[in-house]
């Protein structure tokens, strides 16, 4: 690559929201001899601007969105980042937006083969999300710390895990300024983790989702949640199929009741009385599910 290539590159990432820095680097890209990637990013650029608008100016314009298809069918490869090209399992899982990777999904394995070119890539993709397991997690985020800090999305099951190294202790060695969504299913070890004073609210500031299912969830971890304020920044909150009872739906339905964000308390099967759930219910209406 060239120091004006990259220059250009640097450019998009600086100003991600602006069509302009794409444009400009699409004429470079045409001026020397990749029309391919030149024409991608132009026709992406174009259909952002139309795919919200009314109907009709959609079905105007349906040749740029059957020309996207030519080219991602006859050109994918020539239009993912270098280093992707030649895996197949991650190209079925990822997609483009104004002409550059904005979103993918990875296993762990696939995570590891292209965290230094993930680390690297401008823009930044705007979701990538991490699918990790156990331990193994560990060594994801030990071996591949700048790569790490691109995830969005990340799903976790925190058993089995390694010795004297919980997983979530290794996901907040620092913050994660992009995580957004987190789905756990952990057991009750991960309270130290939860209830510490740099826990969730710090290395989440970010964070809109919480899943934590299918574990041993219980009114000890909702109360230490709420006492480090991390529940009040949550758009949705899910802690179906696990063991809080009623004092944490009474506290739940007390400290959360008045928050602007949340959209969505997900409490089905859990051990709650009627006298948890009518509290709820009073508290938040439609966005509580119970049942």
């Known amino acids: 690559m060239t120091a004006e290539e990259d220059a250009l590159l640097d450019g998009i990432a600086a100003e991600s929201a602006d069509d302009v820095p794409r444009l400009v680097y699409a004429d470079w890209l045409q001026d020397h001899d990749r029309d391919v990637f030149a024409e991608f990013i132009r026709i992406q650029c174009e259909i952002a601007k139309l795919e919200t608008g009314p109907r009709a100016i959609i079905e105007g314009n349906v040749h740029l969105w059957k020309r996207q298809q030519e080219l991602l069918d006859g050109y994918e490869a020539e239009l993912l980042p270098a280093g992707f090209e030649s895996m197949q399992s991650v190209r079925s899982k990822h997609r483009f937006h104004r002409g550059f990777l904005d979103e993918i999904d990875l296993e762990r394995e696939e995570f590891l083969s292209i965290a230094e070119v993930l680390a690297e890539l401008r823009p930044v993709p705007d979701r990538v999300a991490l699918r990790c397991f156990g331990g ?3 060594m994801a985020v030990r071996d591949s710390q700048k790569a790490f800090g691109c995830v969005t999305t990340m799903e976790v099951d925190t058993e089995p895990y390694e ?3 919980h997983p979530l202790d290794q996901l907040m060695l620092a913050p994660r300024p992009k995580l957004r969504i987190l789905k756990l299913r952990a057991d009750n070890s991960a309270l130290q983790v939860v209830a510490s004073p740099n826990g969730f609210a710090a290395a989440f500031p970010a964070m809109t989702q919480l899943h ?4 041993e969830v219980n009114d000890v971890v909702v109360f230490a949640l709420l006492n480090s304020g991390f529940l009040h920044q949550l758009e949705v ?6 063991a809080i009872g009623d004092q944490a739906a009474l ?19 859990n051990p709650i009385t009627r006298v948890g759930q009518s509290a709820m219910l009073a508290a ?5 599910d119970l049942f």
């Open 212 to 215: 934590w299912t299918g574990g």
């Open 136 to 138: 193994l997690l560990s």
């Open 284 to 288: 938040f209406g439609s966005r509580v």
């Open 237 to 242: 909150i899910n802690f179906r199929h696990n």
């Open 163 to 165: 010795a004297g190294f």
């Open 251 to 269: 506290e739940l339905a007390d400290r959360l009741s008045r928050s602007k964000k949340l959209r969505n308390l997900n409490l089905s099967n």
